[in-house]
Structures are given as C-alpha cells and as structure tokens.
C-alpha cells in the first residue's frame, strides 16, 4: 500500500523550489488569480497544468511559467475531477469538520491522477477517493501539515505567502505522487 511522508514531501517541495524560485512563485501566484477570478471554477485545469510542469521539471526538463496552462488541454477531465472532489470535501467539512479533513487530499490526488494521464474525470475521482481512504491517516497528516504550511506565510503580514504558498502546492505535487505508488521520489537537496 502506498503512503505519504510529511518529511519527503518537504523536502522534495524545498528542493525543487530553491532550484527555480522565481518561476514557482510567479506559477503560484498566476494560479491564485486565475482561480479566483473564475470564483474556484478553473482550479482543475490550473492544478493540473502545474502538477504537469512540476512532473516535468522533476524529470530535468526545462519548463516556463506559461507551461501551467498546459492542464487546459484536458480540460474536462481537469474541471469534472476537481469540480467532484471538492464539492466531496466541501460535504466532508459541512458534516462536522471531521470527515472533511480526513479527506483533505482529495482534490490533489484526483487531479494528479488526470495530470498523469488520466482521460476520465469521474474516473480520477473514484480513484483518488480509494487511494485515499485506504491511506486515511498519512494522507491526513501530510495534507494538514502542507496547509499550515502555506498558511504559515500570511503571519508575515501576507508577504511570506509567496515562499509558503509555492512549497505547499510542490509538496501536495509529493504527497498525491506518494500516494499514488508512483516510483519513488528521489530528493536532491541543494
């Protein structure tokens, strides 16, 4: 069974980030707008795009901050798996807090799953919430510690959600990979 580690996740998000900081804090900060102006409605396609560009950055190629739009060539299964996923975690926390945090990881996995090729929306979701429910626990743990993590940024009077922001996103890229039983996450610390 595959599972995630808070500490691998870290320090995969800080080694990949020191390595191009400029372009994960621009990325970052374009999904932000993106995702907001559309009210939430583009945060598959977006996620997606950058969970591409950090799969190709991890395999050495050279990526650039345009390359996040990548997601929207598969937009419907991008917008159907995170459109699904969150209203499930949105249910999840509406119950009592409880039930949503245990499935904090949803969203991420699910769209992991269609940045890894995934076709089918619906499909990538009912395959996330099996991963997830199998990995109750690690999967918890690694989600909220990456949230305080890029929460972490905005007791700097706001300006260090631009370090803190970026470093969730790249580890929650580690935790769905992890998740997912892909091959193992070889970490190169600067």
């Given at each position: 069974m595959a599972t995630s580690s808070v500490g691998t996740c870290l320090s995969g998000a800080w080694s990949q980030f020191s390595k191009n900081v400029v372009t994960h804090v621009v990325t970052t900060f374009l999904v932000a707008v993106v995702v907001g102006i559309s009210g939430g409605l583009l945060v598959g396609p977006m996620l997606v795009g950058y969970m591409r560009m950090l799969a190709r950055e991890h395999?050495?190629?050279?990526v650039q901050i345009g390359d996040v739009f990548r997601g929207f060539d598969d937009f419907v299964p991008a917008f159907v798996a995170g459109l699904i996923s969150t209203l499930v975690l949105t249910l999840g926390f509406f119950l009592c807090v409880i039930p949503g945090l245990l499935i904090l990881a949803l969203p991420t996995v699910a769209l992991y799953l269609v940045a890894q090729g995934e076709k089918d929306?619906?499909?990538a979701f009912n395959q996330a919430w099996g991963i997830v429910t199998k990995?109750?626990?690690p999967?918890?743990?690694c989600a909220f510690v990456l949230g305080i993590v890029g929460s972490l940024g905005s007791l700097l009077c706001g300006i260090g959600v631009l370090l803190t922001a970026p470093l969730s996103m790249i580890g929650s890229y580690y935790m769905a990979r992890q998740l997912v039983g892909d091959e193992p996450v070889r970490i190169e610390l600067p």
């Open positions: 395999n050495g190629e050279a929306g619906v499909a990995n109750l626990g999967a918890f743990v």
